[in-house]
């Protein structure tokens, strides 16, 4: 059972990246998923969560409106499309997922775990 995360790396203020999580060992079709952060020196926070059909996102008051969070159960694939990126978004992001189909915000609800990709976003 492994979430893969990719589609980090340096951006400028104010640019876009999206960011992929692959499931492969199972399916986690049926399972939420959330994206995290942790800068250097923080905890680990909350950025985005999406229910197991899609239907339901929640999102951090810092990203509401800037990112986006979709998933596609066919390719057992969940992405966080971020914009209008901040020298404060500047993070490793860990996707992760969880044995409910409700979407939370907690990171001790969430059992699996990817193993982060960088995202830094100069000014």
């Known amino acids: 059972v492994q979430l893969q995360a990719s589609g980090g790396g340096l951006v400028q203020a104010g640019g876009s990246l999206r960011l992929i999580c692959a499931a492969s060992?199972?399916?986690?079709?049926?399972?939420?998923k959330g994206w995290f952060r942790q800068a250097p020196g923080k905890e680990r926070e909350f950025v985005g969560a999406i229910n197991w059909n899609g239907v339901m996102t929640y999102y951090a008051d810092s990203v509401k409106g800037r990112f986006t969070i979709s998933r596609d159960n066919a390719k057992n694939t969940v992405y966080l499309q971020m914009n209008s990126l901040r020298p404060e978004d500047t993070a490793v992001y860990y996707c992760?997922?969880?044995?409910?189909?409700?979407?939370?915000?907690?990171?001790?609800?969430?059992?699996?775990w990817g193993q982060g990709t960088l995202v830094t976003v100069s000014s």
């Open positions: 992760a997922a969880r044995p409910s189909t409700v979407a939370v915000s907690t990171v001790p609800s969430y059992n699996y």
């Open positions: 060992g199972r399916t986690f079709s049926s399972y939420a």
